[in-house]
């Protein structure tokens, strides 16, 4: 049953996690002396409801700090759970371990199925005591990021705007101002480059210190197991980066010399400022104001299917969106949920561009494959690992092609032209910013200087036609400081390219079939966190981007479909 129930009527409470690590100690206890299968699965039962109840109120206290990142009571819950959960995972882990050796397991995967145990066991490796206090201090220092590129405050237009309300003339169609704006971004990113570069170094170094605590040869390692890689490895991922460059790079670059011709220059004179600009009479943009493009996101999930009406309704009744960017505002966006609600939430920044549209389609994928799968009763079935998560978002925002023209009216097309052609342009991208990590943290003495260096040798390889030589930020190699995911989640970002690989599969579908393209993707989705990526992939019958000549196929007929 759901809960209905506002955002902002949601009671929060901080967590007494002193209290609930003794709880979790009886259950462990509980699980080592078991005589039966229905005593461990009772007590994985009650770790499931206080779990619930543990994410719920920390996911209540994270997304109203960075609703505003100025307000004091929050700023100190999430400072509270930075420090103490890395404290509180050690009784996590222990029940964890318990139920991962109890001779009674199997009570449980018959349950859950086999694979929650697959991924408990990696996870276990993640986790030692005597990390704890690196982990706290590893918070603390994603926590240090955050606040301190929220806390932008840049004179620009005649006004003091922050980092997402800028993007917006990043667009504009007058060169200048774009000029203007990039110069402007790099002076905020200069003026904190000490901190930055600070901030970096020392999560370098926590992050590889708590490798080596935990035995491992190095951070990149653990990363792969943090983040659940359960049916691939590095070498899979080195191997598709390589496809990207030999498939996807020079499609990019003939993409941009149109790009220039488009606006009127010729490509040697393409600039950074440049880059996301692609028409002479500027970008497509949204219509009407943000309650315009909430209204046309509402009616594009009530016509779109029998489930999407059912979820979208769920929530805009309940408030379970924070669309618009405003002052003291976390950057960037995201989904999470509060499970003892059943209710997934939305955050983004609005700044009249088309990533609005694109963050509406892509953060309610991500919304709405959590509401499809929050009925099954263990959390460990609901989502599956990210790079299967992104796959939800990301073909939602194709997916969303079909009602396009809600948002964009006569220029649909432009926007259509736009979209297939940035999700080619990601995907170098996309593999600089993991190819970047992998670097780094197998070389983890760099200096901050010579990391600066190895970007700058990646964009040459990764993307050889940008030039950002008036711009310092870029110029010096340091534009990887603004990703956050590079501060935030380590290795995360090849997620997003598989997926952006899968979603253009499910677009050329969409092409020939809509109707049919969506009984595949709802087959990926209603799966929930029950199959691996590849086990989802097959069960949608689509190609696993790792298999050879996956990538080419797919940017063969979007190709196509951009010439015409």
Not at 162 to 180: C, E, F, M, T
Not at 379 to 386: A, K, R
Request: proline content about 4%; overall charge negative; aromatic content about 14%.
């Amino acid at each position: 049953m759901i809960i209905k129930m506002k955002f902002k009527d949601m009671p929060y409470e901080r967590v007494d996690l002193v209290k609930m690590g003794e709880e979790f100690d009886k259950l462990t206890e509980k699980v080592r002396n078991a005589k039966d299968g229905e005593t461990v699965v009772e007590a994985f039962r009650e770790q499931e409801k206080l779990s619930t109840h543990i994410q719920t109120m920390s996911s209540i206290a994270y997304v109203r700090n960075s609703i505003d990142t100025r307000d004091k009571f929050y700023e100190a819950e999430q400072e509270f759970y930075d420090s103490e959960f890395p404290a509180f995972q050690e009784h996590s882990q222990n029940l964890m371990l318990a139920f991962y050796e109890s001779p009674f397991r199997k009570a449980v995967s018959d349950l859950t199925g086999e694979l929650m145990f697959r991924n408990l066991e990696m996870d276990l490796k993640t986790f030692s005591p005597a990390i704890i206090d690196l982990l706290g201090r590893e918070n603390k220092l994603v926590s240090d990021y955050q606040k301190l590129v929220a806390s932008a405050r840049i004179d620009f237009d005649g006004k003091q705007l922050n980092i997402s309300q800028l993007a917006a003339y990043k667009q504009d169609p007058d060169r200048d101002v774009r000029h203007g704006a990039y110069l402007a971004e790099s002076g905020f990113y200069m003026s904190n480059a000490e901190k930055l570069d600070e901030i970096f170094d020392n999560l370098v170094k926590v992050r590889t210190e708590i490798a080596h605590k935990l035995g491992f040869r190095n951070f990149t390692e653990l990363a792969y197991l943090r983040r659940t890689r359960n049916c691939y490895d590095p070498e899979m991922v080195a191997n598709f980066r390589r496809q990207v460059v030999k498939d996807i790079v020079p499609i990019v670059v003939e993409l941009k010399k149109k790009q220039a011709e488009r606006i009127g220059m010729k490509p040697e004179d393409m600039r950074i400022y440049d880059d996301n600009f692609n028409f002479a009479e500027g970008n497509p943009k949204p219509l009407g104001t943000p309650d315009d493009i909430m209204a046309a996101g509402k009616k594009m999930y009530e016509e779109m299917s029998p489930e999407t009406a059912e979820f979208i309704n769920f929530m805009y009744s309940n408030e379970l969106l924070d669309l618009v960017a405003k002052d003291g505002k976390a950057v960037g966006g995201y989904c999470t949920e509060f499970p003892e609600y059943k209710a997934p939430f939305i955050f983004s920044n609005f700044n009249g561009t088309s990533g609005d549209v694109d963050v509406l389609t892509h953060e309610a994928g991500h919304a709405f494959a959590y509401y499809t799968a929050r009925d099954f009763e263990f959390s460990e079935n609901i989502s599956p690992t990210m790079e299967s998560c992104e796959c939800h978002s990301m073909s939602m925002e194709f997916l969303a092609w079909k009602w396009l023209n809600l948002f964009y009216g006569d220029d649909t097309d432009r926007a259509k032209y736009v979209h297939l052609g940035s999700a080619l342009i990601f995907l170098p991208y996309g593999c600089m910013v993991d190819h970047f990590q992998h670097i780094v943290y197998d070389n983890p003495d760099l200096t901050p200087a010579e990391r600066h260096a190895e970007w700058k040798k990646l964009e040459a390889i990764y993307r050889p036609y940008l030039n950002p030589d008036d711009v310092d930020f870029y110029a010096l190699g340091r534009g990887w400081q603004r990703q956050l995911h590079i501060y935030h989640y380590p290795f995360y970002y090849i997620d997003y390219c598989l997926a952006q690989t899968v979603s253009l599969e499910f677009w050329s579908m969409s092409q020939k079939d809509w109707n049919d393209a969506w009984k595949h993707y709802y087959k990926f989705v209603e799966q929930g966190g029950k199959q691996t990526f590849t086990e989802l992939c097959r069960t949608a019958g689509i190609k696993v981007p790792f298999e050879d000549g996956a990538l080419k196929d797919i940017a063969d007929g979007a190709v196509r479909y951009l010439e015409k």
